[in-house]
């Protein structure tokens, strides 16, 4: 059975930084890209990262770019975003998702999400 | 930017067809995905590739396509069908990560 279990999430003020996690079982992680799919509270699903599977290619939204920078581990099965310079508008859920497709191509999709993890950006 | 285009809410009775639209200017041009999210979990996938469905999901969930609009269709909608509704695609850029969420689709079940 495919898990990503995020964690990381937290209370965070302006202009802080702050790591989240993803930990991945049940597949063979090494083989799939993953993604960082983020939803403010209220609010619609919005598009953070993705990285490929042997981890030598990242792409950001516009929104984050310079600021949050993604990650693997493939010996620990485990996906990381370091989120810098946070705003207010970062405050979300942030989701782990595998990629649907397998690689970060154009047209890919997600086929398994985790369950989420808050990051609260105040002072 | 590329944007998909949602209606906000949908109502059904029990037993009824419900159909939720998306539209977009690349949607001839790229797959349309669904994600099914009911409150407080995360977004399942119900429709992939226009119209396929993942192993696990009903058969009453269908997906179409016509032109710039695709279609996600749930038949004899069940109480358990009531969620947030997003359709998901690419622009026409070939970029991987242009990845384009619809705004999402409240589903009520009356």
């Known amino acids: 059975e495919v898990q990503l279990v995020e964690s990381g999430g937290g209370l965070v003020q302006p202009g802080g930084s702050l790591r989240l996690s993803c930990a991945a079982s049940?597949?063979?992680?090494?083989?799939?890209?993953m993604h960082w799919v983020r939803q403010a509270p209220g609010k619609g699903l919005e598009y953070v990262s993705a990285?490929?599977?042997?981890?030598?290619?990242?792409y950001y939204a516009n929104s984050v770019k310079g600021r949050f920078t993604i990650s693997r581990d493939n010996s620990k099965n485990t996906l990381y975003l370091q989120m810098g310079s946070l705003r207010a508008e970062d405050m979300a859920v942030y989701y782990c998702?595998?990629?649907?497709?397998?690689?970060?191509?154009?047209?890919?999709?997600?086929?398994?999400w985790g369950q989420g993890t808050l990051v609260t950006v105040s002072s | 930017s590329y944007e998909l285009t949602q209606p906000p809410s949908v109502s059904v009775s029990p037993g009824q067809t419900a159909r939720i639209t998306c539209s977009g200017d690349?949607?001839?041009?790229?797959?349309a995905y669904w994600y099914q999210q009911k409150p407080g979990q995360a977004p399942v996938l119900v429709i992939y590739?226009?119209?396929e469905r993942p192993s696990g999901i009903p058969e009453r969930f269908s997906g179409s396509s016509s032109g710039t609009t695709v279609t996600l269709t749930i038949s004899g909608v069940q109480a358990e069908d009531e969620a947030d509704y997003y359709c998901?695609?690419?622009?026409?850029?070939?970029?991987?990560?242009?990845?384009?969420f619809g705004g999402g689709t409240k589903l009520t079940v009356l």
């Open positions: 998702a595998r990629d649907g497709l397998g690689i970060a191509a154009a047209g890919t999709y997600f086929d398994y």
């Open positions: 049940g597949f063979t992680f090494s083989s799939y890209a």
């Open positions: 990285i490929s599977s042997n981890g030598g290619s990242t």
């Open positions: 690349a949607l001839p041009k790229q797959y």
């Open positions: 590739k226009d119209s």
């Open positions: 998901q695609s690419a622009d026409s850029s070939g970029t991987p990560h242009h990845v384009v």
